[in-house]
């Protein structure tokens, strides 16, 4: 194959490669067309394509004609190059050689022609603009927001500009700054290597600004670059207001005497730097164009590096809050309002109150709420109990409420969804995978404090079509859309679909819904097995017209398909409606990196957060809605103004629905970490971190842990009715007491409202850490503790609840016994802290009996279907105590009783004495039962 072949084949190999990509990238759009329209989203689609890809178009056009303009001014050196090289003949003479030329040596200057050039620039641009083009991929939103920005109303304190302009103004700024900048560039380095190129063709000596030419032409290249420059130095200066380098973040005493200083310097110099090159165009002076740019340089390294620091050294640190006050205030305020700190309302809590038999009972409703079960061993408890068959899987297990038989109850549940990867290998074919097992199945619901006599949970809804003895039905078991990464199946076709199984066999289903991308086509069949690359698709008959391909099924890969420029809480969690259908719901934010003095709450410099968008999504037909939750949001304004049709309001929300949407636990951490600091307001006291908070830690199973915030339902101080509320107690800087607990709303008008509850300083309330250190050094509890752990059985210490009751607080932490032959952990104790009193029991109503005594506790019959709460003897492990155990406990506490006797210690005697009262009447009550 001779060198012209292989050239040809190369180019028709290259064609026919990028010709495949453009069919594979064609193909998958009309795929993505066909999924957002079976959504109705297609005109989000319609505004994501036109705006992504006419600003790559309109970037790479600007781009090739900046390119090929340049080049273009080039090409008359080019060619006169190339003629002047014509001229240059090396002579050689030797008598002795006879030169043959055959064939003819075809000299490559004559191949240059002035056509040939202009297609060569042309092609060159095109390429470069093409390959510039793909550099701003996902800016497209920077630009929209851009053009439909919505302002803030609240001003920076420096530069007096609305928070908008820092939002959506300037990450635009930049972004076109970058792209001029760096096109300037490109073309100044591409033009000073053809200048470059030309001049060794004529035999120069690589001086490029010995032709006027090229003098002139890469001036002017110089001169719009340092006028770029300027422009760029001017946007820095509002950069400040995001800087990280002073006592807080945010512009400094340094930043705003010293840096700002600095650039309008540069900005002013950099102007005069690009006048002087011009003006040296025609001067001919090129050594003051050097000492220009030069100077320019010094000046930026110091009055941009050297100044701030002298001035940080021995003007700031010497007075350092007297020099930063004003922009602590500041960073304190804009912290506060970025996110939504401001808002909190402030009360005090009452200190060393004690709770009363009558307390307990007026509040029941927050009682019979107290969450006893731990969503982690709930939820291999769950997956022992509910999972019914290999191939389903409860993946998480979330908190709700629910009206339930009249009563407000916290719950709870987990959806059972389809794990294909479970089936057995020679199951695990195409047919089942993409046609047989396309969902899952029902629900598992309990309520959250509830125990059957085996310490398991008590169902409200269980098993297989899901029943239960409560009026909450599920009407719409199957589960199509989840959390499950099964990928995409194929429905409505010949093959019977499963639904699920019933008894010793199984039921099948059709599926009814119209949110799949419809096979109604050979061509379709094509286009989506090309897509999918999925070759079977083609040799199966079982694929009729009346099929449909679901698609993005996973519901985190689905929503954020639909709305990539949202950020979305780490737990969606399934709803029940009023119709028995289960819906998932999400909670979605708006962030932003760019709010000034507002510290980060990440390490991507985030600092504005709000949750501005709650999602439902239909677990059986995959329907997605956006609903705006913060309407002040100046961000999702913004968004809705770029989709118009994309968002409807939270009134517009079925009220089934509305009623379990809950403050995002994301939210609420962040928040809460940001409190520990921003709660103080006087710059006095935030400079010298004096009130400073901290999150609290516990003990989970063996280890200490950071405390997780926690959903309850109680009734706030001053409130006459429950609500769900989310909590999170302070404790203050190196100390384990409690200094404050904050609460966020979630039900009804109150919804997003919070509240911080504080202690007084001067009095002492037990933090979590300092209860868990109180349960390790009581002797009865430790003890059995211990006792458990040695029997063929592990002992799990659960979460630590810091429950609000009235104007006390009561601390609950549950104990689950699982047994080394099976993982299943079972509810088998429950320790109650209450002022000075701790108590373990079997349930949480005998520990507050033991507490607060019988008065506490009134006579409750058991509704129909419910489980017994007090447990009966297992089988294993066996938490209660063995007469032999018991026997051992009463000697050792005589014993200790006479030694105190002895020593004169006759309070101790007198509780050696109670506790061996308790301890016989154990021995006693076990004697009954065996």
């Not at 820092?166 to 076109?176: R, T, V």
């Not at 103080?680 to 199973?701: A, I, S």
Request: glycine share 6%; charged share 20%.
């Amino acid at each position: 194959m001779n060198q012209r072949s292989r050239t040809s084949l190369g180019i028709i190999i290259v064609a026919a490669t990028i010709l495949v990509a453009l069919i594979g990238w064609g193909a998958g759009l009309y795929i993505d067309w066909l999924w957002f329209k079976s959504l109705n989203y297609q005109q989000v689609f319609i505004t994501y394509l036109a705006s992504n890809i006419g600003l790559k178009i309109l970037v790479g056009i600007i781009m090739f004609a900046l390119l090929l303009l340049n080049l273009m001014l080039t090409r008359k050196s080019v060619l006169q190059a190339v003629e002047a090289s014509k001229a240059f003949r090396p002579m050689f003479e030797d008598d002795n050689v006879i030169t043959i030329n055959y064939p003819p040596r075809v000299d490559w200057r004559e191949q240059i022609t002035p056509g040939r050039l202009t297609a060569v620039f042309a092609g060159i641009s095109l390429l470069l603009g093409f390959l510039y083009s793909s550099t701003i991929s996902g800016e497209w939103t920077t630009v929209l927001k851009f053009f439909k920005q919505t302002a803030f109303g609240t001003n920076d304190p420096i530069f007096n500009k609305d928070i908008g302009f820092y939002i959506f103004s300037l990450p635009f700024y930049q972004l076109l700054y970058r792209l001029l900048a760096s096109a300037i560039f490109l073309n100044i380095v591409l033009v000073a290597l053809v200048y470059l190129l030309t001049d060794t063709a004529r035999g120069g000596l690589t001086k490029i600004f010995r032709f006027p030419a090229a003098r002139y032409h890469l001036s002017v290249l110089a001169a719009l670059f340092f006028i770029l420059k300027s422009w760029g130095y001017r946007l820095d200066q509002y950069f400040l207001l995001l800087s990280s380098s002073g006592v807080v973040h945010g512009a400094g005493y340094t930043d705003i005497h010293a840096s700002l200083l600095a650039y309008r310097v540069l900005t002013v110099l950099s102007l005069i730097t690009a006048a002087v090159i011009i003006a040296n165009i025609f001067l001919k002076r090129f050594r003051i164009t050097a000492y220009a740019i030069v100077g320019l340089l010094v000046v930026s390294i110091l009055l941009g590096g050297v100044y701030p620091s002298v001035v940080q050294k021995f003007i700031v640190l010497p007075n350092e809050f007297n020099r930063e006050a004003p922009y602590l205030a500041n960073n304190i305020k804009l912290s506060q309002q970025a996110y939504n700190l401001d808002t909190i309302e402030r009360k005090d809590f009452p200190a060393g109150r004690t709770l009363q038999a009558q307390d307990i009972l007026d509040n029941r409703n927050t009682i019979e709420n107290i969450r006893l079960w731990d969503w982690q061993p709930l939820q291999q408890t769950y997956s022992q109990l509910q999972e019914m068959r290999l191939y389903y899987e409860l993946k998480n297990i979330d908190v709700d409420r629910y009206m339930i038989n009249g009563e407000y109850r916290q719950v709870m549940l987990a959806v059972r969804e389809m794990n294909q990867n479970q089936l057995q290998q020679q199951a695990q074919t195409w047919i089942n995978q993409r046609l047989v097992y396309t969902h899952g199945y029902g629900v598992a619901m309990s309520p959250v404090n509830e125990v059957t006599g085996e310490g398991l949970p008590n169902f409200f809804l269980k098993d297989i079509p899901p029943v239960g003895p409560t009026d909450i039905q599920v009407t719409r078991p199957e589960i199509y859309y989840g959390e499950s990464d099964d990928g995409y199946v194929i429905v409505n076709t010949k093959t019977k679909e499963f639904d699920h199984p019933q008894g010793d066999g199984n039921a099948y289903c059709l599926y009814e819904g119209t949110s799949g991308v419809k096979v109604n086509s050979f061509l379709r069949k094509v286009i989506l097995a090309f897509v999918l690359t999925d070759y079977k698709m083609l040799l199966t008959g079982d694929i009729t017209n009346d099929s449909q391909v679901l698609l993005y099924r996973n519901i985190k890969e689905r929503v954020p398909k639909i709305a990539p420029f949202l950020s979305y809480d780490s737990d969606p969690y399934p709803v029940i409606d009023s119709k028995g259908e289960i819906y998932w719901m999400w909670d979605a934010y708006t962030i932003s990196n760019m709010y000034p003095y507002s510290e980060p709450f990440d390490s991507r410099g985030n600092n504005y957060i709000r949750n501005s968008v709650k999602i439902t999504i239909n677990a059986y037909d995959g329907a997605v809605q956006f609903y705006i939750a913060d309407s002040k949001d100046p961000i999702i304004q913004t968004y809705s103004k770029i989709f118009p049709n994309m968002f409807k309001t939270l009134e517009q929300m079925p009220d089934d629905l509305r009623e379990h949407i809950r403050y995002p636990e994301d939210l609420f951490q962040i928040q809460a970490r940001m409190y520990t600091l921003y709660h103080m307001t006087d710059p006095q006291v935030f400079y010298n971190r004096e009130d400073k908070w901290t999150l609290p830690t516990e003990k989970y199973g063996n280890e200490e842990k950071p405390m997780e915030a926690y959903y309850t339902i109680t009734v706030l101080p001053g409130e006459k009715e429950p609500e769900f509320v989310l909590i999170m107690p302070f404790n203050p800087q190196n100390k384990k007491n409690m200094i404050a607990w904050l609460g966020a709303r979630s039900d009804g008008e109150n919804y997003g409202k919070m509240v911080v509850y504080e202690f007084p300083k001067q009095e002492l309330v037990y933090g979590p850490m300092q209860i868990e250190a109180r349960i390790d050094q009581d002797t009865v509890i430790s003890q059995q503790l211990s006792l458990w752990d040695q029997r063929g059985s592990s002992v799990i210490r659960g979460n630590l609840l810091v429950i609000p009751v009235k104007d006390s607080l009561l601390y609950v932490e549950p104990l689950y016994l699982q047994s080394e032959q099976s993982r299943m952990p079972e509810l088998r104790r429950v320790i109650v802290a209450a002022g000075d009193k701790i108590v373990m029991e079997p349930t949480l109503d005998l520990a507050l009996q033991k507490i607060f005594g019988e008065g506490a506790i009134p006579g409750k019959q058991q509704e129909p279907g419910t489980q017994p709460q007090t447990p009966t003897e297992p089988t294993e492990p066996v938490p209660q105590d063995t007469v032999k155990e018991l026997a051992a406990e009463a000697n050792r506490l005589y014993d200790e009783a006479q030694a105190k006797l002895k020593a004169g210690d006759w309070a101790g005697y007198g509780a050696s004495l109670e506790q061996l009262k308790q301890v016989l009447t154990k021995l006693q009550e076990q004697s009954q039962t065996q």
